[in-house]
């Protein structure tokens, strides 16, 4: 059984770009959630979605950022004309419908804004 | 609100030398609590977590943690520390509500040979 897929593992982007990350949850798991790691914090909540669903998005910046979750295919976290602020390592984790405590993490998208 | 707070931002120890990392939460009912791992340029992995019944729980690596309601805490300890251990260490809590994770800022350890 697979784990929290994210690719890419390393984006570079210029300021004013857009980077699109994705997140293929464990088999099973219908929940999403995506955190943000600044350098040398801890991670901060982003948002959480079920399949076409935005559940919580209460620590989404109000600009620039959209996440979705369609029925089919990963979960995606874009982030539109990049800045320099945005550099940050973004996780995805899963949970499973019935198994809600535990969050099974991804291995993280590490984002560079030149 | 819930808060963790990990008041210890750098521990260094010798290996075979045993570890306790503190972690105190703000939450208004009995949450859900977490120690997570992450090594350098990796995810995080769950150690051990709480939900309730015994106070103390056993988690993976050797790694037992204890909630001390009255003390609003949940520190990570482990008797003999290794080599690999050195990571940065997280807590979090999770509100029942939405379980969305709120998480200290870690601690990282270093271990000495």
């Known amino acids: 059984n697979a784990g929290v897929m994210q690719n890419p593992r390393h984006l570079v982007r210029r300021r004013g770009q857009e980077a699109r990350l994705r997140c293929s949850p464990m088999?099973?798991?219908?929940?999403v959630y995506w955190y943000r790691q600044l350098p040398e914090e801890g991670l901060k909540f982003m948002v959480y979605l079920q399949k076409e669903n935005i559940i919580d998005e209460s620590g989404m910046p109000k600009e620039r950022f959209s996440a979705e979750f369609p029925k089919e295919g990963p979960s995606i976290l874009r982030i539109q004309q990049v800045v320099r602020g945005d550099s940050a390592a973004y996780f995805c984790?899963?949970?499973?419908?019935?198994?809600?405590?535990?969050?099974?993490f991804g291995p993280g998208t590490r984002l560079l804004v030149l | 609100a819930q808060s963790v707070t990990q008041p210890d931002i750098h521990i260094t120890v010798s290996e075979g030398a045993s570890l306790e990392l503190r972690c105190n939460y703000s939450?208004?009912?009995?949450?859900?609590l977490f120690w997570y791992v992450q090594s350098p340029g990796q995810g995080l992995q769950l150690l051990l977590k709480?939900?309730?019944?015994?106070?103390l729980v056993q988690g993976i690596k050797g790694f037992e943690a204890e909630f001390k309601r009255s003390q609003s805490s949940f520190n990570l300890r482990k008797p003999s520390v290794h080599w690999s251990d050195a990571a940065e260490y997280f807590c979090a809590v999770a509100a029942r509500e939405t379980d969305k994770l709120i998480f200290g800022t870690g601690t990282r350890l270093q271990v000495f040979p």
């Open positions: 984790a899963s949970h499973h419908p019935t198994v809600q405590e535990t969050q099974y």
């Open positions: 088999k099973g798991h219908s929940h």
């Open positions: 709480y939900f309730s019944g015994d106070t």
């Open positions: 939450y208004g009912a009995t949450p859900y």
